[in-house]
């Protein structure tokens, strides 16, 4: 069969063996010896937790304050490994193959498509500096330059006192014209 998985290490030296990642080996192992639909569902669902593991550095380095990724695993019908409200991958039809999809109003559009877990941990770093890039544009609102205000035209202040003084002058010349009336 197979050399003990300490083969490697010096004597002496424990090898670090992770439990999790030995039985999501073997979990994958056994789906690709049987064709039952139920462990070909937990393969799915073991590689696409090999790749979240694989991402956990690229998560580690966005700062906390932006809250754009929710990452994490639904299991569904189809098992989806989610980045964001709006991209995740999902396991390819042969399901060993990784696509990174992602939904716009004009449909869902493919970002990367691979066997290699290196090849989309590289597509999806690539979308986060995007998404990164996106937010901080719609954060910053651009400064317009201030324009001062044009003062109002000045007009002439002679034009409504001749008229106030003509029309009071009419005002005084109609009061006077009744008075002498009705002295009469």
């Known amino acids: 069969m197979s050399e003990p998985e300490t083969s490697g290490t010096p004597p ?41 593991d694989a991402l956990d550095p690229l998560f580690a380095q966005v700062p906390d304050k932006i809250d754009l990724f929710d990452r994490g695993i639904s299991q569904g019908d189809t098992p989806r490994l989610w980045i964001d409200v709006v991209a995740h991958i999902v396991m390819g039809r042969d399901k060993r193959m990784y696509r990174f999809v992602q939904d716009t109003r004009f449909g869902r559009i493919v970002l990367a498509e691979s066997h290699d877990t290196a090849v ?36 002439s202040r002679l034009w409504p006192f001749v008229f106030g003084f003509v029309l009071g002058a009419a005002a005084l010349f109609g009061v006077a014209v009744l008075a002498a009336l009705r002295s009469w």
């Open 120 to 155: 989309i941990v590289d597509a999806v770093t690539d979308y986060v500096a995007r998404r990164m890039i996106e937010r901080e544009r719609a954060m910053v609102v651009p400064s317009e330059p201030k324009t001062e205000a044009a003062p109002p035209p000045r007009r």
């Open 12 to 52: 002496g030296q424990p090898r670090p063996v992770r439990l999790r990642d030995a039985l999501l080996r073997a979990r994958i192992e056994a789906a690709d010896r049987t064709g039952v639909v139920v462990d070909l569902r937990d393969a799915e669902v073991a590689r696409l937790e090999i790749l979240n």
